[in-house]
């Protein structure tokens, strides 16, 4: 496809909005799903760190 113009390169034959709203959805749902993934990660990492406290504990305070 040719454009003349930036405005013809936006508008995309006039599917542009079909273009550009899939762009942002996709991108929005990759944004979410890195911004879950470092979540999880932050939760996983307290978790051991609290196992591991728990492990370094002498066996008498365990009672």
Not at 23 to 49: D, N
């Amino acid at each position: 496809m040719i454009w003349n113009s930036w405005s013809d390169f936006w508008a995309m034959g006039g599917y542009g909005v079909y273009v550009w709203g899939s762009m942002g959805v996709t991108f929005g749902l990759l944004l979410v799903e890195v911004v879950q993934a470092v979540r999880a990660q932050r939760h996983v990492l307290v978790q051991l760190r609290a196992e591991r406290a728990l492990l370094d504990l002498p066996s008498e305070d365990m009672l």
